[in-house]
Nanobody
Framework: QVQLVESGGGLVQAGGSLRLSCAAS????????MGWYRQAPEEQRELVAT???????NYADSVKGRFTISRDNAKKTVYLQMNSLKPEDTAVYYC????????WGQGTQVTVSS
């Protein structure tokens, strides 16, 4: 069974940066089109960045120009570089496929103080 493990979150001041990682493990696992999602308290989970197996990326308007998604296929890992962080970026961040079909990981908490 595929397992997704997110890491790299933390507490940062507004304007700061964090780099999140999502490692996929499991027998025969391969990651194709992947995305980073986030869920703030009492809000629905939203998709903020996606990357195809070929490296094409797309971003939600709220993070465009500040976040960069990338991947290392050999390591089965997807990254999210987050710069110029804002308090409204505070959320638990998850990775999954475009359709969210894999078992969700525990996520990693990102807290941005003003």
């Amino acid at each position: 069974q595929v397992q997704l493990v997110e890491s790299g979150g933390g507490l940062v001041q507004a304007g700061g940066s964090l780099r999140l990682s999502c490692a996929a493990s499991g027998r025969g696992v391969s990651i194709n089109a992947m995305g980073w999602y986030r869920q703030a308290p009492e809000e629905q989970r939203e998709l903020v960045a996606t990357i195809t197996s070929g490296g094409n990326t797309n971003y939600a308007d709220s993070v465009k120009g500040r976040f960069t998604i990338s991947r290392d296929n050999a390591k089965k890992t997807v990254y999210l570089q987050m710069n110029s962080l804002k308090p409204e970026d505070t959320a638990v961040y998850y990775c999954n496929t475009f359709s969210g079909e894999l078992p969700w990981g525990q996520g990693t908490q990102v807290t941005v103080s003003s």
